[in-house]
């Protein structure tokens, strides 16, 4: 991990707790369990579209109202302020409510990409354009997250991808370059023990 100079994080469930209902939203808006709210939000006439989103938004304004930092991320991010890591946040949250739970955290991470200015991960194009303003190639960056698409993301970019911040390994681990249970460990396989 020594070789990698950037850092793409995800947002929901990475830097900070997420409580959204997936399963409650893709009822409200009438999503079939098994695909993507925000694909199937995409398929939607205009009218649709806007009282979805309505709903999605309403669900990640609360979420975003009680979000707090995922155990030892604070400190991981402080790690790499110090060391003068670039990093960035990939998300596909709202802009509005990304940046919510980024001022109620005081997350210290100015480079935000949303679901507004980038097509959605597992879309590599976010990541490929931090990239580029790092100034540095694709492998040198590691993208960081919780969940399938943040893996996918880093593969399509040709990054490697690091899964944090679970229990039990998910079925897509094998998705990852790295995976830790947890930022304290991820801290001491890239820097040694805090």
Not at 169 to 183: C, I, K, Q
């Amino acid at each position: 991990m020594k070789q990698l100079c950037g850092i793409i994080f995800d947002l929901d469930g990475t830097l900070v707790s997420s409580s959204l209902d997936f399963a409650a939203i893709k009822r409200e808006i009438g999503c079939p369990p098994g695909v993507d709210v925000l694909t199937f939000l995409s398929s939607l006439p205009t009218e649709q579209q806007d009282e979805a989103l309505a709903v999605i938004h309403h669900h990640e304004q609360q979420d975003a109202l009680h979000s707090d930092w995922m155990p030892g991320a604070r400190a991981f991010v402080d790690t790499c302020l110090e060391r003068q890591i670039p990093m960035a946040i990939v998300t596909r949250n709202s802009c509005h409510t990304s940046r919510l739970k980024i001022e109620r955290n005081a997350i210290p991470i100015d480079r935000v990409m949303t679901r507004e200015n980038s097509a959605p991960k597992p879309d590599p194009a976010a990541l490929l354009e931090i990239a580029n303003d790092f100034a540095l190639p694709t492998h040198k960056v590691l993208m960081v997250g919780d969940y399938r698409y943040d893996l996918e993301a880093g593969r399509n970019a040709n990054m490697q991808s690091c899964l944090v911040n679970y229990t039990t390994l998910p079925d897509y681990s094998h998705l990852a370059d790295y995976a830790f249970p947890d930022f304290q460990a991820l801290h001491a396989a890239m820097f040694g023990r805090q």
